[in-house]
């Protein structure tokens, strides 16, 4: 495609070849994706890349402006003849060379991921790179498997059969805390059901995304098929989500951005998908295991500096086992080893940015007036200062209506309750206005059935919590969102469903047109003028 770019203005990026930031190389030639060719943002503004394991400035890019997202819709829209007359066979080849190109690319990809979110590299290299090859493989599969029902005579007359159809152009919107699964979660079933895709990153963490593109080029997709656009919410966000040639809007992000989201998207009559926020529950029964409910609940509520969207973070748990818990739990919080995320010793890293971890910080001192911090509450001094570090925190004695209990605070903060009885321990499980995820803890597999069931949130795990695989659906209820990431479920979303009914009489004149009108017979007329 012409490249529209061509006069803006080279962008500062400081990326020393043998420096720090050496992995966020692929943005020096820009973080705009279009049409298969990388180019710089032309919004006329620049965002700073701050470390936040040092707080120093690893790097500069343009961002996007409305020009981007309206070359980018449009390439996608070229894109879509050749991507959606493909057969799945021949999606499902090109995801597979995806699958391999990436393959080769997963140490820069585990890198970039880590020094872009400061995630320790130990997490990059064992959950998030892994996780994201492995959805590119079951999406290369299950390209192939749009079932629908099968063709049949529902009517004496017809043959229907479902045609299961591509939307179009997918205008999609991902959050900073993974920034490579979430392309992955985004692009990956809207191409393989004949979509063509716009993904517009969260400005804090354009690299993977951008890498993903340049690999599905690489992998030979059409030109066109996977776009990047990077810039803020506010303008590039809102103009994808409001382009009339986009057919459908798939939002992860907060519960706040993505009801604005729907708004927007409604003015065009568009799909919506939402993956919103979450508060998990982390529900311990007084016959669980109370080694692993600790090891569980400090895993769940700690994983990516708590910054997971089905973190543990309000665990409820009985009363005979309540005291046993909290300093299980507060000690195991203590041994945890926050450091740089290059360091391979490091358990957790930073937050994402000094301002989300004073965002943290601000519900924790808030909790203070009337709750117990146990164990953390405070940024580690020292060499950590100048990062966006904060301590593993456990917070008991807080009621269940304070902030800190039912808002989503997104860091590595552990709220712990008691409850008595089975169902009251439901009930508090139940009361936030969100439905992500959540965790029963038990021997009986009677109790953990009764509380699956009695559950409402997208996805219960019994006696663990965080694991996710590519087969099974994610997706939310109530606040967190509706729709499916992942799995074969989310065609549904990505699909639209053309019913075809197809005459097999032959008859010039069908028996029900005598519910409209009766004519006399032709001399012709085989049906004898019905
Ligand atoms: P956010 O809502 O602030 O931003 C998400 C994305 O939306 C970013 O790309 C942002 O630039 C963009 N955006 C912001 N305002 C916009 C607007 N007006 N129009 C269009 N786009 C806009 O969320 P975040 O801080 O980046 O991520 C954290 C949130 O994401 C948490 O609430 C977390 O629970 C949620 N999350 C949910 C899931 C899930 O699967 N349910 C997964 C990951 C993260």
């Known amino acids: 495609m012409t490249d529209q770019r061509s006069d803006a203005p080279a962008p500062v990026a400081p990326y020393d070849p043998g420096g720090p930031y050496a992995s966020l190389a692929p943005l020096a030639d820009g973080a705009q994706y279009v049409g298969g060719r990388q180019h710089h943002g032309g919004s006329g503004r620049r965002h700073t890349l701050v470390d936040p394991a040092t707080g120093g400035t690893a790097g500069e890019y343009a961002l996007a402006g409305t020009d981007d997202v309206d070359a980018a819709v449009a390439a996608a829209r070229r894109a879509l003849p050749e991507w959606a007359g493909a057969t799945p066979g021949e999606r499902s080849d090109a995801m597979h060379r995806l699958r391999a190109v990436l393959d080769g690319e997963a140490a820069d990809l585990a890198r970039a991921e880590s020094v872009q979110c400061g995630k320790p590299t130990r997490l990059t290299e064992e959950f998030d790179v892994p996780g994201s090859l492995d959805n590119v493989a079951f999406f290369a599969g299950a390209a192939r498997r749009l079932d629908g029902v099968a063709a049949a005579e529902y009517s004496a007359d017809h043959t229907s059969y479902v045609r299961r159809e ?306 099974m659906p994610h997706g939310g209820y109530r606040a967190s969102g509706y729709g499916k990431d992942m799995s074969a479920y989310s065609f549904d979303e990505y699909t639209q469903v053309k019913h075809v009914m197809s005459d097999i009489t032959g008859e010039p004149r069908k028996d029900w047109h005598r519910t409209v009108f009766r004519l006399p017979a032709a001399p012709d007329d085989r049906t004898g003028g019905r």
């Open 166 to 471: 591509p939307l179009g152009v997918i205008g999609s919107v991902a959050p900073w805390n993974y920034p490579l699964q979430m392309a992955c979660w985004k692009i990956l079933p809207a191409i393989a059901a004949g979509n063509t895709i716009v993904l517009k990153p969260s400005e804090l963490t354009p690299a993977t995304s951008l890498m993903f593109a340049r690999a599905a080029h690489t992998a030979g997709l059409p030109d066109g098929v996977v776009n990047i656009v990077t810039g803020t919410g506010a303008d590039t966000g809102e103009h994808l989500v409001t382009h009339p040639d986009v057919a459908m809007t798939s939002f992860t992000g907060s519960t706040a951005v993505g009801k604005r989201v729907a708004a927007l998207a409604a003015q065009t009559v568009k799909r919506v998908h939402l993956e919103l926020g979450g508060k998990a529950p982390f529900l311990v029964f007084d016959d669980a295991d109370l080694t692993a409910a600790v090891h569980g609940a400090v895993a769940g509520a700690l994983i990516n500096t708590g910054q997971d969207c089905t973190a543990a973070t309000r665990a409820y748990v009985q009363r005979p086992l309540y005291d046993a818990f909290v300093s299980g739990v507060a000690d195991l919080m203590a041994a945890v080893r926050v450091g740089h995320p290059a360091d391979p010793a490091t358990d957790i890293g930073p937050l994402v940015s000094h301002a989300h971890r004073d965002r943290v910080a601000g519900f924790v001192d808030r909790a203070r007036a009337y709750a117990t911090v146990v164990i953390g509450g405070e940024a580690p001094g020292g060499p950590l200062a100048p990062g966006a570090y904060y301590l593993p925190t456990l917070v008991t004695d807080a009621p269940q209506d304070s902030e800190i209990v039912r808002g989503e605070v997104f860091g590595p903060v552990l709220t712990v309750l008691p409850f008595d009885t089975d169902d009251e321990g439901l009930a508090l499980a139940n009361d936030t206005p969100y439905g992500l995820a959540a965790s029963v803890w038990s021997r009986d597999v009677f109790r953990t059935a009764r509380a699956s069931r009695a559950i409402a949130a997208g996805c219960v795990w019994v006696n663990d919590h965080i694991p996710i695989v590519s087969e």
